[in-house]
């Protein structure tokens, strides 16, 4: 099994910027693809992006494609979700996942808690 825990959340106004991380234990993520995932009130659970182990394939969402930008260190066994040019249709809790490549949360079986992330206008 492996734990997850998401940091980096907070407030900040439209245009700036967050890094999101995903710290693991228990197992190395280099076992896993990883993913984010973000869920805003009263909305379904949304795909952002996804990455291979080893890294090099990435996979994004059409709302963030262009502005996020993920990857991972497996030596430092954690995840980072780079955020640019943030909107406030961005705010949400965001979720890190460890599973398979695939922009499906059921794909993904270990998730993290979550982190707040709040765009103000």
């Known amino acids: 099994q492996v734990q997850l825990i998401e940091s980096g959340g907070g407030l900040v106004q439209t245009g700036d910027s967050l890094r999101l991380s995903c710290a693991a234990s228990?197992?190395?993520?280099?076992?896993?693809?990883m993913g984010w995932f973000r869920q805003a009130p009263g909305k379904e659970r949304e795909f952002v992006a996804a990455?291979?182990?080893?890294?090099?394939?990435?996979y994004y969402g059409d709302s963030v494609k262009g502005r996020f930008t993920i990857s991972r260190d497996n030596a430092k066994n954690t995840l980072y979700l780079q955020m640019n040019a943030l909107k406030p249709e961005d705010t949400a809790i965001y979720y890190c996942?460890?599973?398979?490549?695939?922009?499906?949360?059921?794909?993904?079986?270990?998730w993290g808690q979550g982190t707040q992330v709040t765009v103000s206008s």
């Open positions: 228990g197992r190395t993520i280099s076992s896993y693809d």
């Open positions: 990455v291979r182990r080893i890294g090099i394939f990435t």
């Open positions: 996942a460890a599973g398979t490549y695939s922009t499906r949360a059921h794909e993904y079986d270990y």
